[in-house]
C-alpha cells in the first residue's frame, strides 16, 4: 500500500511560526513564576528543581546555571514577587510614608506571597543552605524604600540627616517582623503598626532638643 499524499499547502494560509524560543530575561522569569507557584502550592519541601523545570518548560541544567541550589532558586522567587508588589508612597509627610510602608508589609505578610515566606522559614529550620540564604537576603529588610522615605523627610527638615543609615531607616520593619516571628501571627493589628511608628520610630529619626 502505498503512502496516502499530503494534501497541497493553502497558498491563501500563512504557515504557522515556529514557537519562539525563550532566552535571557523572559526564561529567567519564567523559572521565577514557576519557582513561586510551585512553593505557593507544595512549600518548600516539595519544591524540586525538577518540578520548577517542568512547569516552565525548561530543564534543571538551564536553571544551575542561574541558580546553583533550590535555596537560592525560592529565595529569588519570593523577592521577584515582593518587588512586584511594593509601592513607595510619598504623601509628603514621614509618619503617613512610614504608617504605609508598615500596613502593605503587614498585607503582604497574609497574602499569599507572606504564604511563600512562611513556607521558606518552615523549610530552613532542616536546610542549613536556606537559612543562610535567608538571612542573606533579609539583612537589608528593604533598606532602599525606607531610606528612601526617609532621604525625603530629611529635605523636608522633618527628619535629622544623621538618621539616614539602614540600621536606623528599618527599624520599624524590623520590629513588625519580630510580631511575625514572636506571636506566631499572619498579620499584626493596626494599633502594633501605629504604635511602632509613634512611640519608636519617629522619636528616633527626628531632631532631638
Known amino acids: 500500500m ?4 499530503q494534501p497541497p499547502a493553502d497558498p491563501a494560509q500563512p504557515a504557522r511560526p515556529a514557537p519562539a524560543r525563550r532566552r535571557g530575561a ?5 523559572i521565577l513564576r514557576a519557582a513561586a507557584e510551585e512553593l505557593t502550592e507544595s512549600g518548600y519541601a516539595g519544591m524540586t528543581m525538577d518540578r520548577v523545570a517542568r512547569r516552565a518548560g525548561t530543564n534543571k541544567n538551564t536553571i544551575y546555571r542561574r541558580w546553583p541550589n533550590r535555596a537560592a532558586l525560592g529565595i529569588a522567587a519570593y ?9 513607595l508612597p510619598d504623601t509628603g509627610e514621614l509618619r503617613a510614608d512610614a504608617l504605609e510602608l508598615l500596613r502593605s ?19 530552613a529550620r532542616d536546610d542549613p543552605q536556606l537559612l543562610a540564604q535567608i538571612q542573606e537576603s533579609s539583612a537589608d529588610a528593604g533598606s532602599a524604600a525606607w531610606l528612601t522615605i526617609l532621604a525625603r523627610a530629611v529635605a523636608r527638615g522633618e527628619a535629622r540627616p544623621e538618621a539616614l543609615h539602614p540600621r536606623v ?20 493589628p493596626d494599633s502594633v ?12 529619626v527626628r531632631w532631638r532638643d
Open 2 to 5: 502505498g503512502v496516502a499524499e
Open 26 to 30: 523572559d526564561l529567567e522569569q519564567a
Open 79 to 87: 523577592r521577584q514577587l515582593a518587588v512586584a508588589t511594593l509601592q
Open 169 to 188: 531607616a528599618t527599624v520599624a520593619i524590623a520590629l513588625l517582623r519580630n510580631e511575625y516571628v514572636t506571636r506566631g501571627r499572619p498579620t499584626a
Open 193 to 204: 503598626i501605629v504604635e511602632i511608628v509613634d512611640h519608636v520610630y519617629l522619636p528616633l
Open 105 to 123: 508589609a503587614n498585607r503582604t505578610w497574609s497574602s499569599p506571597i507572606g504564604g511563600i515566606v512562611r513556607a521558606l522559614l518552615a523549610g
